[in-house]
């Protein structure tokens, strides 16, 4: 039997990024308005390389968009700055803080920004007219992710259902929507968490410093370590302390916890992640944690 010539064999890696390659360029094709969501966190950054390889050398065709909680880390917003300034892309800003000022979504005082950017990103496509919007979302970070398809339905309202979701045999996506709809589209399905840092490695890519081990003032809830800030004020018999930690997710930093960590390079954080056995979303996000499937009852709502 004739056997592939080693040069012809591709990596894990290199299927999976012409998998995502293949997909960003069927969306710039068959959709007429799409937009990239790009938090400035590893997976959304992750996805932005591929975007940029897909097009290369040309620009990539349409904006990137982040929903501003006004709760972001600073080494997430500059990091995101860097990559926007460098691939000359244009950048919507949907700031949730806004939104509140507009009366799009209403802060009770008990609802996290975190939920409240389901209104805020709804709003947004719908102004912007948007008619597929990329997510990082990967199947193994959570089970309602886990059963997502690569093109995700949603309706007028902006809303997933699981039940009506479209087969896709053999890699064949169906893209078509009416007036109004929009589909979410995930490139990065079937990577995992350690795919993704392998593959940071690999293309040596800029992330916020924070997923590296450094000192940071931290005091413990609900079994999470979150960071000192005014956003997020200490309750009766919690205590601040110095401790080195790294993040393995970041988002809302009232809600997003850190782990105590050494690890300092990409490798480190690999051999790390090898042993671990909770995903970063059920580790370190409180949002995940109010009821057995917040996760969906979100996603059902609009959430990424």
């Excluded at 056997?3 to 007429?32: G, N, W």
């Excluded at 053999?170 to 795919?195: A, C, K, Q, V």
């Excluded at 370590?225 to 200490?234: F, G, I, K, V």
């Amino acid at each position: 039997m004739t056997q592939t010539h080693p040069d012809y064999q591709l990596s894990q890696l290199d299927q999976l990024e012409a998998e995502s390659i293949h997909i960003f360029r069927e969306v710039a094709a068959e959709f007429e308005k799409p937009v990239l969501m790009f938090s400035g966190g590893k997976d959304s950054i992750v996805m932005l390389r591929l975007a940029e390889k897909a097009f290369y050398p040309a620009k990539i065709p349409f904006p990137v968009l982040q929903v501003d909680t006004g709760y972001d880390f600073p080494e997430v917003l500059a990091t995101r700055d860097s990559w926007v300034s460098r691939l000359g892309v244009r950048l919507v800003v949907a700031s949730v803080e806004e939104a509140i000022a507009k009366g799009i979504v209403v802060d009770d005082g008990k609802t996290s920004r975190n939920r409240l950017q389901i209104g805020t990103l709804l709003n947004a496509i719908e102004e912007e007219g948007f008619t597929a919007a990329f997510g990082g979302g990967r199947r193994d970070e959570e089970k309602a992710r886990a059963k997502e398809r690569v093109y995700s339905h949603r309706d007028e309202f902006g809303q997933w259902d699981p039940k009506m979701q479209r087969p896709e045999l053999w890699s064949l996506y169906n893209g078509r929507i009416h007036g109004g709809e929009h589909m979410r589209i995930f490139p990065l399905s079937n990577w995992t968490e350690l795919d993704i840092w392998h593959y940071l490695g690999q293309e040596q890519i800029e992330i916020p410093s924070i997923y590296f081990s450094h000192q940071r003032r931290v005091f413990e809830r609900d079994g999470m370590l979150l960071s000192e800030s005014e956003h997020n004020p200490c309750r009766p018999g919690e205590i601040v302390e110095e401790r080195t930690v790294r993040f393995r997710t970041v988002g809302d930093l009232t809600l997003t916890g850190c782990v105590e960590s050494s690890a300092s390079t990409i490798d480190e954080i690999i051999d790390e992640i090898a042993v671990a056995t909770l995903t970063e979303r059920g580790a370190t996000r409180g949002d995940d944690r109010f009821s057995e499937a917040a996760m969906e009852d979100r996603k059902k709502e609009g959430y990424f």
